[in-house]
């Protein structure tokens, strides 16, 4: 369908996971209590709950969903007198340790991050980098615990940033459940050691739902 979904600035997302499907689907009209209290019925089998996402880029839009050729195409669907828009197809699943595990999807997703943000990115040992960006709605203050050989950085923009997360994408949840997708063009990075939760706090400017 051509038409663009409605997800509202500064929304919170909700999403329903189709594992025999290995699909995703989105939408932000629910509450955080209405959706805790939700329950698949019994004919919904092989369904889930992701964790209520929120966002803390300041602009995104998904282009399109997968298995669409063109941007601007969505695939969408009414239940639980609620609309979906399917926003992922999940490809894979790894753990990393230390409670981080490695999701391989696929997604078409466009991020915008304003000049003077200092965002906290991921780097892996393989020297790619992930941009942190959701977070869980009520979200912990424990920092996270790293697998070996990756770090997490701050990078301050100069300049306004967009990332495309085309294609497939691969998105890290540490221990924290924060979200850090990619990979990203490399960036100027400077590393902190033995820093406390706050330091890697994304900013508190939230904007548009993502995954």
Not at 61 to 74: I, T, V
Request: glycine share 8%.
């Amino acid at each position: 369908m051509d038409r663009a979904p409605s997800f509202e600035r500064g929304g919170t997302g909700y999403e329903l996971l189709d594992f025999g499907r290995r699909e995703v689907w989105a939408t932000t009209q629910w509450t955080p209590d209405e959706f805790k209290d939700f329950a698949f019925p019994m004919n919904w089998a092989f369904w889930g709950k992701n964790d209520p996402r929120v966002s803390q880029s300041d602009g995104a839009q998904f282009m399109r969903s997968p298995g669409c050729e063109a941007d601007g195409q969505y695939s969408y669907m009414r239940a639980f007198g609620r609309e979906f828009v399917q926003v992922v197809e999940l490809q894979d699943m790894k753990r990393l340790g230390e409670g981080a595990r490695q999701v391989t999807l696929e997604k078409y997703h466009r991020l915008q991050f304003e000049a003077g943000r200092r965002l906290t990115v991921l780097s892996g040992p393989d020297a790619n980098q992930y941009v942190c960006f959701t977070e869980t709605l009520g979200r912990s203050s424990t920092p996270a615990r790293l697998p070996e050989g990756w770090v997490l950085s701050i990078a301050e923009l100069e300049a306004p940033m967009s990332v495309e997360l085309f294609g497939e994408v691969t998105v890290i949840r540490l221990s924290n459940e924060d979200s850090c997708q990619g990979s990203i063009p490399i960036l100027e990075l400077e590393t902190y050691q033995g820093v406390s939760a706050e330091d890697f706090q994304p900013s508190t400017r939230a904007s548009t739902t993502q995954r």
